[in-house]
């Protein structure tokens, strides 16, 4: 695939845009994630500036003040934001760069950026997003009620997406979206 171009990948909370993400890397390396800053505390095993820059709430709104954020939202209690920084950096190496983003901020990068590709992941049902919300170990049940109402009306979201992928086999959704991305490749270009 050409490098170059942005592409959105989104859903709901359980709908594996994460490990559709690894997969496309795997796929291949040159296809890289923006890495968000956000206010939320570090999951077991995550790193700073690896999987977020982790900020307290004070940092995160100064960055917002100095208008560091491409976009930003409050998702769960929580504050997560696109930086400029990351976006520049990693187009002005020519990477693919991908944002895996919830759906409000999917959209205020869909309205920026015109010519990026936006993604949207769906569970196979409802009742397979929630039992997959459920198995996550690291979330207590308010998070997990909370995440599913979320989910809920991430969904009502999906119509207004490029592309729409079921994730329900991973590898071939894997292989849809990275079909998707080289169609899109040889038309800009
Ligand atoms: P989590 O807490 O599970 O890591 O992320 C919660 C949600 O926030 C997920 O849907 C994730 O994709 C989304 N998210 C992560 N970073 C950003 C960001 O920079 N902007 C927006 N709008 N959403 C983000």
Known sequence: MKQGGIYILSGPSGCGKNTVYEGLRALDPDIVQT??????KPRLGERNGVDYFFLTGPEFKQRIDDGEFVEYVTYGGNCYGTLKSEVRRLTDLGKTVVLVIEVRGALNIKRMFPQAVAIFIEPPSMEELIRRINKR?????????????????????????????????????????????????????
């Open 35 to 40: 890495v968000s800053a956000t206010t939320r």
């Open 137 to 189: 170990g690291d979330n207590n049940d308010a998070e997990i009620e909370l995440r599913m109402n979320i989910a809920k009306e991430e969904m009502t979201f999906r119509d207004k997406y490029d592309y729409r992928v079921v994730n329900d086999d991973l590898d071939t959704c894997i292989k849809d979206i990275y079909q998707i991305m080289q169609k899109e490749s040889d038309q800009h270009d």
